[in-house]
């Protein structure tokens, strides 16, 4: 089972950037999953999931309306695009696959893993 | 939002000792909570799962315990392999918070 992240780079201020996330060992289309952040020395933020077909995605509520989470389940792909990005969007970022445990509760336990490499993304101009 | 507050930010302890880890939810996640554990360096990886259940190929002297708004990871005989930050994530509810993590060191 293989995360890799990729597009990261030096982006300007205002601009946009997409990652990449190639999955691969296992059924991707069978799995949420998720983006996660981690600026330079600080914690992790979560950013964004996506459902298996792609009908159902869920935003960092300080990221709406700026970041676009898709996948292509043909190409075993996660993407993430973000706009009119500012230097606080400087972090790594990361893909992990939802894993899920159903107990007989209407909401499973969730987890991520594995996790991605990551990719360092710098917005600085 | 569900916030995640840690405590401590920051712990220093001798190998061998007994170290204990919080997380506090702002409201009642009941068992809905994982530790990562993040290595200088690397990404992090899942530790535990609903809030006790330890995944597996981790070293058992990993432990969690709580439920709704408190929780507990305790490392039984720190090993220098165990530095890192961890962090709890709660799973109840999207968006699926973290705490600010534990940097754990040796003394």
């Known amino acids: 089972v293989k995360l890799v992240e990729s597009g990261g780079g030096l982006v300007q201020p205002g601009g946009s950037m997409r990652l990449s996330c190639a999955a691969s060992?296992?059924?991707?289309?069978?799995?949420?999953m998720t983006w996660v952040r981690q600026a330079p020395g600080k914690g992790l933020e979560w950013v964004a999931n996506?459902?298996?077909?792609?009908?159902?995605?869920n935003f960092a509520d300080s990221l709406k309306g700026r970041v676009f989470i898709s996948r292509d389940n043909a190409q075993n792909a996660l993407y993430l695009q973000m706009n009119s990005v500012t230097v606080a969007d400087t972090a790594v970022y990361y893909c992990?696959?939802?894993?899920?445990?159903?107990?007989?509760?209407?909401?499973?336990?969730?987890?991520?893993?594995?996790w991605g490499q990551g990719t360092l993304v710098i917005v600085s101009s | 939002d569900i916030q995640m507050t840690q405590s401590p930010p920051s712990l220093s302890a001798s190998v061998g000792d007994r170290v204990t880890i919080t997380c506090r939810a702002s409201?009642?996640?009941?068992?809905?909570l994982n530790w990562y554990q993040q290595q200088p360096g690397k990404a992090p990886k899942v530790l535990i799962f609903?809030?006790?259940t330890l995944q597996g190929g981790d070293p058992t002297r990993f432990s969690g315990s709580g439920s709704g708004t408190d929780f507990t990871l305790t490392i039984n005989g720190l090993q220098p392999e165990d530095v890192a930050t961890y962090f709890c994530?709660?799973?109840?509810?999207?968006?699926?918070?973290f705490g600010q993590g534990t940097k754990v060191e040796i003394k």
């Open positions: 409201q009642n996640i009941r068992k809905y």
């Open positions: 060992g296992f059924r991707f289309s069978d799995y949420w």
């Open positions: 996506i459902k298996q077909d792609g009908s159902e995605k």
């Open positions: 609903g809030a006790s």
């Open positions: 992990a696959r939802e894993e899920l445990l159903w107990f007989g509760a209407a909401t499973p336990y969730s987890w991520l893993d594995p």
């Open positions: 994530q709660q799973s109840y509810s999207t968006p699926r918070t």
